[in-house]
């Protein structure tokens, strides 16, 4: 089995930067990062994880979204640098960028397997606000 290659926590920075540079959605977007931290366990969380490469993307993809380490952008970088993590280590992953599912996966609605699934590109419940 080839060696995973994760990201680093100043490619998670620079991710977005890019996302936020390339994706606008809101006017006071701007890249500033709250929590170095945040970004250091996510990444060790991630590493940590058994399982395979969906397993640990979706650890990513959790703890990028819930842990709120940025200012702006949190959900469509946690995206892009699940995205690019998978194609780096030479899978494909056919999933759309999901607004609503990302804030089902930050407000705890998707376990991290659904997350998985989701990643796979199942399809996953609907989200709603209970």
């Given at each position: 089995m080839p060696e995973i290659i994760y990201?680093?926590?100043d490619e998670l920075i620079e991710t977005n930067r890019r996302v936020l540079r390339e994706i606008s959605v809101k006017r006071a977007d701007r890249h500033r990062v709250l929590s170095r931290p945040k970004l250091e366990a996510a990444t060790q969380k991630m590493r940590a994880e058994?399982?395979?490469l969906y397993d640990k993307a979706a650890v990513l993809l959790t703890?990028?979204?819930r842990?709120?380490?940025f200012a702006s952008g949190v959900r469509r970088t946690a995206y892009v640098a699940t995205v690019s993590f998978l194609r780096t280590?030479?899978?494909h992953p056919s999933v759309a960028h999901d607004p609503r599912i990302l804030t089902g996966i930050r407000e705890g609605?998707?376990?991290?397997?659904?997350t998985?699934?989701?990643l796979r590109g199942n399809a996953?419940?609907?989200?709603?606000?209970t």
């Open positions: 990201p680093s926590v058994e399982g395979d703890e990028l979204v842990g709120h380490a280590n030479d899978e609605f998707y376990t991290v397997e659904e998985k699934d989701w996953v419940r609907q989200f709603t606000r």
